[in-house]
Antibody, heavy 124, light 107 residues
């Protein structure tokens, strides 16, 4: 069965770049049926969608992050990645990667498979 | 952005109780509403999509209803494994947004 696993540094200094990778196992990231996304969770902001990427590299992200986000995909490694620039303490959160599926007759978007999450702390 | 407001923010109930959680959106989202369950230290799990369709493997004691801007999640008879936090999420437009969560604990 499909599994997602986040990896990356757990501690990032303020003003630096947060970098995370999500490895997909048990299925292909190149499937035409899915997008792949990043969602974070903090006590202050709750669950916040960061952005999503297709295997072709097409992306869309949350404007609230003021273009600090870059997402990429490596189909040869079955991975997709997140970079967030100029981080502050407000970016401290558990970061999840997730599969975005379209289900039902009207193609409802859902996040149906999630990684376990990884805590990223922004601190000097 | 579509704002999501859940109520109550927390709820105490007993095994066997029927509970209802409400989600209200700041604009009409038709039926593009999902519900997730999250247990401590775990990722959210999809329960219901399209406001009322149970995701595969979800017990039938869970149900969802609503359209437009008012939605409900109902658990007909609480089981011990249902004590968790529940979130609504709209998929009508980006940015996707989530409710602040409803924590359901044991009375």
């Amino acid at each position: 069965q499909l599994q997602l696993q986040e990896s990356g540094p757990g501690l990032v200094k303020p003003s630096e770049t947060l970098s995370l990778t999500c490895t997909v196992s048990g299925g292909s990231i190149s499937s035409s049926d899915y997008y792949w996304g990043w969602i974070r969770q903090s006590p202050e902001k709750g669950l916040e969608w960061i952005g999503s990427i297709y295997h072709s590299g097409s992306t869309y992200d949350n404007p609230s992050l003021k273009s600090r986000v870059t997402m990429s995909v490596d189909t040869s490694k079955n991975q997709f990645s997140l970079k967030m620039r100029s981080v502050t303490a407000a970016d401290t959160a558990v970061y999840y990667c997730a599969r975005r599926s379209m289900v039902g007759a009207n193609y409802f978007d859902v996040f149906d498979i999630w990684g376990q999450g990884t805590l990223v702390t922004v601190s000097s | 952005d579509t704002q999501m407001t859940q109520s109550p923010s927390s709820l105490s109930a007993s095994v066997g109780d029927r509970v209802t959680i409400t989600c209200r959106t700041s604009q009409s989202i038709s039926s593009f509403l999902n519900w997730y369950q999250q247990k401590p230290g775990k990722a959210p799990k999809l329960l219901i999509y399209a406001a009322s369709t149970l995701h595969s493997g979800v017990p039938s004691r869970f149900s969802g209803s609503g359209s437009g801007s008012d939605f409900t999640l109902t658990i007909s008879s609480l089981q011990p494994e249902d004590f968790a936090t529940y979130y609504c999420q709209q998929s009508y437009s980006t940015p996707y947004t989530f409710g602040q969560g409803t924590r359901l604990d044991i009375k």
